[in-house]
T-cell receptor, first 115, second 111 residues
Framework: EPEVTQTPSHQVTQMGQEVILRCVPI?????FYWYRQILGQKVEFLVS????????KSEIFDDQFSVERPDGSNFTLKIRSTKLEDSAMYFC?????????????FGQGTRLTVV | ELKVEQNPLFLSMQEGKNYTIYCNYS?????LYWYRQDPGKSLESLFV?????AVKQEGRLMASLDTKARLSTLHITAAVHDLSATYFC???????????FGKGTSLLVTP
């Protein structure tokens, strides 16, 4: 069964360092997303990406965040200068159409720990 | 701002009992999703509710949607330990590009 895959599963980084989280969405999906979940809290939307551009972003997704689809399969989230409060589980998701029409499928997550 | 509220946030129930989780939302969306999350794991899609009056059942779980009341319910019948997890409802934003999640209901089923 097709699935969204994320790497790495766990990343530890020093405050101020740049990190890149990687995702391979399901191959026939057109919409891609990043969400984050701080430990014990709810899942928060960061950004959605369609047709090689950002379609929506939340207030959390400030200038230190960026997304890219560098090739036909990968979808990345870059955090330029990590802060302690960026520590969270980051989930990539994808869907065939927008989430007003189809469900999104989530990857297994990358746990980011900023020290 | 779209709000999605779940209750209860924590639920401890005995095996064999029935219970309902409620999800209220503030938008006019007629699309609602239920996800399950086991500790440290990803979000697993349970139900996609696409219209008013939609009802879906899978095993001991049944989800329904009332778009007029902006309410969805997740009913648990004869709970078993394997159902212990956190359950999230999510509603699409007005733009359709984002899911807004409730805070989740942490369910613990005990013998």
């Amino acid at each position: 069964e097709p699935e969204v895959t994320q790497t790495p599963s766990h990343q530890v980084t020093q405050m101020g360092q740049e990190v890149i989280l990687r995702c391979v969405p399901i191959s026939n999906h057109l919409y891609f997303y990043w969400y984050r979940q701080i430990l014990g809290q709810k899942v928060e939307f960061l950004v959605s990406f369609y047709n090689n551009e950002i379609s929506e972003k939340s207030e959390i997704f400030d200038d230190q965040f960026s997304v890219e689809r560098p090739d036909g399969s990968n979808f990345t989230l870059k955090i330029r200068s990590t802060k302690l409060e960026d520590s969270a589980m980051y989930f990539c998701a994808s869907s065939v159409f927008s989430v007003s029409n189809t469900e999104a499928f989530f990857g297994q997550g990358t746990r980011l720990t900023v020290v | 701002e779209l709000k999605v509220e779940q209750n209860p946030l924590f639920l401890s129930m005995q095996e064999g009992k029935n219970y309902t989780i409620y999800c209220n939302y503030s938008t006019t969306s007629d699309r609602l999703y239920w996800y399950r999350q086991d500790p440290g794991k990803s979000l697993e899609s349970l139900f996609v509710l696409l219209s008013n009056g939609a009802v879906k059942q899978e095993g001991r779980l049944m989800a329904s949607l009332d778009t007029k009341a902006r309410l969805s319910t997740l009913h648990i019948t004869a709970a078993v330990h394997d159902l212990s997890a956190t359950y999230f409802c999510a509603v699409a934003s007005n733009s359709g590009y984002a899911l807004n999640f409730g805070k989740g209901t942490s369910l613990l089923v005990t013998p």
